[in-house]
């Protein structure tokens, strides 16, 4: 992105005028004009006053990569204050000067006065400020950042954007009400007043950022908390695009938040996964009733399964963690799926998360291991009760769900594969040629460079009942 110096606000404050200018006309309006408008999102009034300033220099820059640079921890769940914006517009090359003012209460009204002729000063060289006052006068009013851009001295009138408001562009206040709401009345006898100057300087402004930002999660524990989903209490993690959140100690819960990131680590790195694009919250519960007790109050109804299960239209995983993480593992890896290969069917879809419920790490790759589904599977073989690969890759994602063999057969089918170093490589050819074979069988037997496949099920069963585990 280019880089603006000292000198770039020249010639931005103009001077409003309506006809001839003679002396004994009123004085028009300063005002810094062509300052892009922006409603902020819950909270984010300051970084949204910062990315108006930004885009008014060119800059493609939004509220939310303003609150990147703040140093906020977004599992707050608020936007910036003061010290934190002020961190953020010192970051991007602003050149924001003191923010802090004192006013003493029995000196009030000349000392406000005094600040308010510097912030006109201030525009009217064309550098606007950002001040955080109270939003209004009804009791309680909270404290709120409003970009300021002109001042109208006929009027006697305060010029501004509005960041709360939709239609929030140039919008007016009598400096008296403005005066009134400036000073924040912390103490009896001293007032503190705060502006921030936005002159830019040696400007430092990064790209688009890609993925779940830190904003973004900020903002959805946001939401949480005004559904009331958010119990006091609670430890939090943020790995990526996941908000890890659990009723165990802060250390368990660290704890599990590092399997999330090694798994994370591994199918990004092995399969060149791309993360999801938005929030998931990871609900894991240490036991049976409050993992029950926690399904009924975010989603109304008991858990279908014992252990855990992703809940799509909440963008949530909820599980039973006292169980054991290897479910944890499995539902992380449905997100990825989602994100990387939309159009795999069941099969694989399940059958890749069923691979590392049981896993460990060999040689820095994920590797699956022999877990209880065998003993299902080899019932099924020897009984004779085992459908052909094709039958299982072409059955419908329904059928493959009410299947009692679906996610056995389809687990120790990849389990064969990463064995035999064909998994990764299998996933690159049926995900790039997914059109053309939507079931993924065609693209089996290529991998496997066996013609004959009749003859490799029966390898393969040979192979699947001779394997050792639970």
Avoid at 113 to 126: K, S
Avoid at 304 to 310: A, K, L, V
Wanted: aromatic share 10%; hydrophobic share 40%; glycine share 10%.
């Amino acid at each position: 992105m280019r880089r603006l110096g000292r000198g770039v606000w020249l010639g931005l404050a103009v001077l409003v005028l309506s006809g001839a200018t003679r002396p004994a006309e009123q004085p028009s309006p300063v005002l810094i004009a062509g300052v892009p408008h922006i409603r902020q999102e819950p909270d984010f009034c300051g970084e949204a006053c910062v990315a108006m300033a930004l885009r008014k220099l060119g800059y493609d820059v939004g509220q939310r990569a303003v609150f990147d640079r703040t140093g906020l921890d977004p599992r707050l769940g608020r936007g910036a204050y003061t010290a934190e914006l002020k961190r953020a517009v010192d970051a991007f090359g602003f050149r924001s000067g003191p923010v802090w003012f004192k006013v003493r209460v029995a000196n009030a009204p000349a000392e406000l006065e005094r600040h308010l002729q510097a912030l006109y000063a201030d525009i009217a060289r064309g550098v606007p400020s950002i001040v955080c006052m109270h939003y209004d006068r009804s009791p309680g009013a909270p404290e709120h950042f409003r970009l300021v851009l002109g001042f109208d001295r006929a009027t006697n009138e305060i010029i501004f954007h509005e960041p709360a408001q939709a239609v929030g562009a140039y919008k007016r206040m009598p400096a008296t009400r403005f005066l009134e709401l400036w000073p924040l009345k912390y103490d009896r006898g001293t007032w503190t007043v705060i502006r921030i100057a936005l002159e830019p300087g040696q400007m430092d402004v990064p790209g688009p950022q890609g993925g779940v930002t830190l904003a973004a999660h900020a903002q959805h524990v946001m939401k949480l908390k005004a559904k009331e989903q958010l119990p006091d209490g609670y430890p939090t993690r943020i790995v990526g695009p996941f908000l890890v959140i659990g009723d165990e100690s802060p250390a368990r819960v660290e704890h599990h938040a590092q399997t999330v990131e090694w798994t994370v680590d591994h199918l990004k790195k092995e399969f060149k996964m791309r993360e999801p694009p938005h929030v998931i919250d990871v609900w894991l519960l240490g036991s049976r009733e409050s993992y029950v007790d926690n399904a009924m109050r975010l989603f109304g109804m008991p858990p279908r399964s014992p252990y855990g299960y992703f809940v799509a239209q909440q963008q949530a995983l909820i599980m039973n963690i006292g169980t054991g993480g290897g479910t944890l593992v499995h539902e992380l890896v449905h997100p990825f799926i989602a994100a990387s290969f939309p159009s795999a069917p069941a099969w694989f879809n399940e059958g890749l998360a069923s691979l590392y419920e049981a896993v460990r790490e060999k040689d820095g790759q994920f590797w699956g291991v022999s877990n209880w589904r065998l003993v299902g599977l080899k019932r099924a073989i020897r009984a004779g009760k085992l459908p052909s690969f094709e039958t299982m890759a072409g059955d419908s994602d329904a059928g493959f769900y009410t299947s009692n063999t679906g996610y056995a057969q389809a687990r120790y089918l990849l389990f064969y594969l990463q064995e035999k170093g064909l998994l990764h490589r299998y996933y690159d050819q049926f995900s790039a040629g997914v059109r053309a074979d939507p079931t993924g069988y065609k693209t089996l037997v290529k991998v496997l460079g066996e013609p004959n496949m009749a003859r490799f099920e029966k390898q393969w069963q040979a192979w699947a009942l001779a394997l050792e585990g639970s």
